[in-house]
Structures are given as C-alpha cells and as structure tokens.
C-alpha cells in the first residue's frame, strides 16, 4: 500500500501539466472571468496585469464563452486576444473564427476569418465586428437566412450590417441563387425580424421558355395578427404584365378562408392558337381559388375548394407558380364534410365540376 501511494504522488506530479486549470479575475465588482487552461503566466508590465495562457483555454464571461488555443489579456483595459480555433459561444450566436479582440468590460468584439450561426441567419465574413449590443458588421461577407439550405439563397456583399431581429443593409451585393451568381444591387435593406411586419418580400426572376425573362416583385401587407395579404406584381417581356393576389385569414384556430388570384394580358395566347408568335392583342386570363374550412371541434369539419381557370392552358404554361397552389388542373367545387358522435358518424364528399 506504501508502494502504491508513492507511485500516485510521484504521478500527481506530472498530471497537472495535461489538465485544464481553473482560476477565476475580477473585472469589476460582480463581474468574473473564469479561467480554464493547461498552462498559464500571471505578471506586470507597466503598471499593467498581464495574463498569458495557452492549452485548451476556456474564457467565461457572464453568458459568454470563448474557447481557443491561447490567450493574452490585460486585466487593466479588459482587452483580450485569442487565437487558433476560437469560438465564441453566446446567448443569441455561435461564432467561429482564427482570431478573436474581445474587451470584457465593453463585451465588443472582432473575429477573424469568421463564421457566424443564429437560429434564423448565418454570415462567412473575412472579418465581423460587434458595434454595440445588437449590431455587428460584416466585411466580405456571405449572408444568408436559409440557415438549413445554404445553396438555396445567399448575399455577398463587402459591408454587411445586422441589427440581431431587426435588419440587414448590405453594400455592393451580389445575390446567389443555388450558388450561381444571379444580381447586383449597390445598396440593399431586407428584414430579419422575428414579428411579421408590412414591406417587400425576396423577388423572383427568372429566363423560361416562350415567357422570356421574368421579374416579380411580391409586397406583404400584416392586416392583423389573423389576416395577411400577398400583391406579386410582375413583368413577362414576352407575354406582358401579370399580377398575383393571396389572402388569408385565419378565423378561427383550425379554420380559415383563403383566396388565390392570378391575372394576365397576354399579347401570345388566343385560344386555339399553336405558336409563340404576339398575336397583336391582349388576351384576358386568370386563374381563381378560394379555400374554406370551418373546425369547431374534432366532431365536425367542413372543408370546400373552389377553383376556376379561364384557360386550362394556364396550368401548364404556368406550372413553376401554380402547381404550389393547387392540386389538379380540375375546375368547379370540392366539398368535404365530416360529422361523428360517440355512436354513429356521417361523411360526405362532392364534386361539382365547373362546366
């Protein structure tokens, strides 16, 4: 037993040099810093607190934690250096970068080569700075809010500016649809609130065949916290203007009322007409859903779909915007209704197609 304690002391020995130690700083009364590392260095220069660290260093800050492979901070001034697989772990972002400046005091930062995560955005930025509380800025940056589908949509732009749950303003930006360079636009603003709020939505643009080149500009009026409304004017140069209205209204908790309307002056269609050619008028189409259900209880459901097309045409020629919208290229009334008690229940379903 003797033999076997003094081999554990002999080995306590050497063991602290690969675990991380703890030690804990004040910056301010109630404000601490805790300390984790392998190896650190506590000294003076002038008149200055040095603290050197290095080894799996783990810095925490009221909600923040940084983690990276060593450190130099002055206990003085707050300022804090950190280098070699930094990350910086805090209540709203997760941020990784070579480099991070950071000031316990101010809790400002600057990343570098850094990679930023929200629940609702990510940012690549060559650099990203944090301004104040809740804006930080982005320089060569690559911003998107398709957190789990990256190549659907992204924004580079030289400057980026977020405001957490407010906007972004982006300078000089190129948008990128599926990885592909798409648009430049020198200054663009676009919100990333958590509320809904009135203003314009992500454009749509586009080259399709016997359309030409398409651009629609979809607006987004918040009626109430229970309505909302879609206007989606747009240009075709082949075919001429269109425009696209969707209301909802949620009523109730499980029922609501939906209407879906899409027109167009087309200067190609004419009925029974084969080729691309204008046809040197303009031809009156639309398309019309309207989409009900009433759910007082899970003991009755009543659901009706009514749709209505000018053309049948319009379904294929139009298929990229209205195959989301409906189901079939069937016009008239769809009817559902459901009704069940504790010993019988009744199911009716019609179909009344339009003529």
Not at 7 to 24: G, N, Q
Not at 327 to 348: C, K, M, P, Q
């Amino acid at each position: 037993k003797f033999f076997l304690k003094t081999i554990f002391m002999v080995l306590l020995l050497f063991i602290p040099t690969l675990h991380a130690e703890e030690f804990s700083l004040e910056i301010k009364p109630g404000d601490l810093i805790n300390f984790f590392a392998i190896k650190k260095n506590i000294y003076e220069r002038n008149g200055e607190k040095i603290i050197q660290a290095e080894g799996n260093v783990v810095i925490i800050h009221q909600n923040s934690t940084i983690y990276g492979d060593e450190c130099l901070m002055n206990f003085t001034t707050g300022n804090l250096e950190m280098h070699g697989n930094v990350r910086l772990v805090g209540k709203e972002l997760n941020l990784y970068g070579t480099d991070i400046y950071y000031n316990a005091k101010t809790k400002l930062f600057k990343v570098e080569n850094a990679k930023l995560f929200t629940a609702k955005n990510s940012v690549v930025a060559k650099k990203i700075t944090k301004i104040d509380e809740t804006n930080y800025l982005a320089e060569e940056s690559e911003f998107t809010t398709c957190v789990d589908c990256p190549e659907s949509w992204s924004v580079f732009a030289t400057k980026i500016n977020i405001t957490m749950n407010e906007y972004v303003k982006a300078k000089n930006a190129m948008f990128k649809i599926k990885g592909a360079d798409s648009f430049y636009l020198p200054y663009v603003v676009f919100p990333i609130k958590k509320q809904r709020e009135s203003g314009l939505l992500f454009p749509s643009f586009g080259t399709r065949f016997a359309q030409g080149f398409v651009f629609e500009q979809p607006y987004f009026w918040n009626i109430s916290p229970y309505q909302d409304m879609t206007i989606t004017p747009g240009f075709w140069t082949k075919r001429g203007y269109s425009s696209h209205l969707e209301y909802r209204w949620l009523y109730d908790y499980n029922s609501w009322i939906k209407l879906d309307n899409t027109y167009m002056n087309d200067r190609i269609y004419l009925p029974n007409k084969e080729n691309d050619d204008s046809s040197g008028t303009k031809y009156f189409r639309y398309f019309h859903l309207v989409d009900t259900a009433y759910r007082p209880s899970n003991n009755l459901n009543f659901q009706m779909s009514y749709t209505d097309f000018r053309d049948l045409d319009m379904y294929r020629e139009f298929n990229q915007i209205l195959t989301q919208r409906i189901h079939s290229a069937e016009t008239g009334v769809d009817a559902f209704f459901y009704w069940r008690t504790s010993w019988s229940e009744l199911n009716i379903q019609a179909l009344v197609p339009s003529s």
